[in-house]
Structure formats: structure tokens, C-alpha cells
């Protein structure tokens, strides 16, 4: 999936990293990692529509957040998902994005973010 600025291509697996490449020659810039997939489901990610962010769904039920200049999660979104979140869109002409296992949450501008304290632990 390239991103919407075109710089950018993400490679998804049925396993709990994402890929970012450089989408003209293909240069590795980050894997992401961090969030759940113990069922080995395949999880869609997305570019936000600035393509400054990618946002992935877990099998904990919460989105992953992650920075495409540094390839740094940057926050964690706790919605109503009871089960996996297996799809994560945005709508390009609207501030909404949308996630779903088997129910859909639309998210909008406000909504909570959880920060991300893994840095805090490691120092």
C-alpha cells in the first residue's frame, strides 16, 4: 500500500511487524513493531492521509500508532474492539478513520490517544 504523498510503500504479513519502504527504489526504511498478532491473522495497516503516521489494528483490540519519519510508535488507540482488529482505513476527504474486527468503530478528531510509555521504561 504506497502512501498518499507517494514516498512511501507498507508491506503487511500475517505476522506482527509492518514494513516501510522507500517506494522508488525500494529502500528498507523501518519495520514497525510492537503490537499483537498471536493468531497469525493477516492485520491491515494504513498511511494517514498526511502520510505522517501509520496506524495498525492488533489482536489486543487496539490500534498502534507509529511516526513514518523516525519509525517510532508514538501512541496506542482503545476503542470498543472486543475482538482482533483486522482493518484500519481512512476516509481521504474527511477527518474520519475506521476499524473493525467484527464491529466497526469510526474514529474522528478527540478521540483519546494512550501514549506510549516503552521509552519510559527503558531508560
Known amino acids: 500500500k504506497f502512501s498518499l504523498d507517494g514516498k512511501l510503500m507498507m508491506l503487511t504479513t500475517n505476522g506482527a511487524v509492518v514494513r516501510v519502504v522507500e517506494a522508488y527504489e525500494g529502500k528498507p526504511m523501518f519495520t514497525l513493531s510492537g503490537y499483537q498478532n498471536n493468531k497469525g491473522i493477516h492485520i491491515e495497516a494504513s498511511f494517514t492521509p498526511d502520510s505522517q503516521f501509520v496506524v495498525s489494528g492488533s489482536t489486543d483490540g487496539k490500534l498502534h500508532l507509529w511516526r513514518t519519519d523516525t519509525g517510532q510508535r ?3 488507540l482503545t476503542g470498543e474492539h ?3 482488529v ?3 482505513q481512512f476516509n481521504p476527504r474527511f477527518a474520519v478513520m475506521a476499524s473493525s474486527c467484527q464491529s466497526l468503530c469510526m ?3 478527540g478521540s483519546a490517544v494512550t ?3 516503552t ?3 527503558l531508560a
Open 74 to 76: 508514538c501512541g496506542i
Open 82 to 84: 472486543p475482538h482482533p
Open 115 to 117: 501514549e506510549d510509555k
Open 107 to 109: 474514529w474522528v478528531p
Open 86 to 88: 483486522t482493518n484500519v
Open 119 to 121: 521509552q519510559d521504561n
